[in-house]
């Protein structure tokens, strides 16, 4: 059973580019969750999703970010016009159905930087 | 200008030794406490969690203590070895009935021989 796959491990934009982050979660997982880790500090939430719906983005900037998890392919974190305080690592988390949402795995990040 | 990045706390901890931890958390309404480990370049990695009804569990090698009443958790590390060596956080759940952690800042911990 494979982990929770990110892609890709390594992205490098310039400012004012695009930049698409990819999750796919562990196989039966519907919930997934964004974070993101400055060096030398703790992960902070993003964006909770189940398929097709945005659970919950408190932690999220108002512009320029956005999260979709479709049907049918991985989730998506969309990160328009980057400037150089988007460098971070961007990690996903998948978790199961109903009691056991609480068991979250990571999957191995994607380290952006923008220069 | 150029930002300053905040110097993680270091635990050092011979071989053998055992490791403890230290947690505050910041919410009174999480109810649920976990502590991951993550290692250079990797994703956090589940350790244990404890949830608030109980104030010890056990897992293999390792003890997580939770203290309500001042909002303290603990991690202990038995016999302490090299592939322990990493940063540990604490991650709270706020009192969601979901999954939206709050992490601690760290701790690395550097395990010599």
């Known amino acids: ?115 | 200008g150029e930002s300053v990045g905040l110097h993680l706390p270091t635990l050092s901890v011979q071989e053998g030794d055992n490791s403890i931890i230290n947690c505050a958390y910041s919410n009174s309404a999480s109810d649920y406490f976990i502590w991951y480990k993550q290692e250079s370049g990797k994703g956090p990695q589940f350790i244990i969690d404890i949830r608030s009804n109980m104030d010890k569990r056990q897992g293999q090698r390792v003890t997580v203590l939770l203290n309500k009443t001042v909002k303290h958790l603990s991690l202990q590390i038995a016999a302490t070895q090299p592939g322990d060596s990493a940063v540990y956080f604490c991650a709270e759940n706020g009192g969601d009935s979901w999954g939206k952690f709050q992490f601690g800042a760290g701790t690395q911990v550097v395990v010599t021989p």
């Open chain 1, 1 to 115: 059973n494979a982990g929770v796959m990110q892609n890709p491990r390594h992205l490098v934009r310039r400012r004012g580019q695009e930049a698409r982050l990819r999750c796919s979660p562990m196989k039966g997982h519907s919930h997934v969750y964004w974070y993101r880790q400055l060096p030398e500090e703790g992960l902070k939430f993003m964006v909770y999703l189940q398929k097709e719906n945005i659970i919950d983005e408190s932690g999220m900037p108002k512009e320029r970010f956005s999260a979709e998890f479709p049907k049918e392919g991985p989730s998506i974190l969309r990160i328009q016009q980057v400037v150089r305080g988007d460098s971070a690592a961007y990690f996903c988390a998948s978790s199961p159905e109903g009691a056991r949402t609480y068991e979250q795995y990571f999957g191995p990040g994607t380290r952006l930087t923008v220069t």
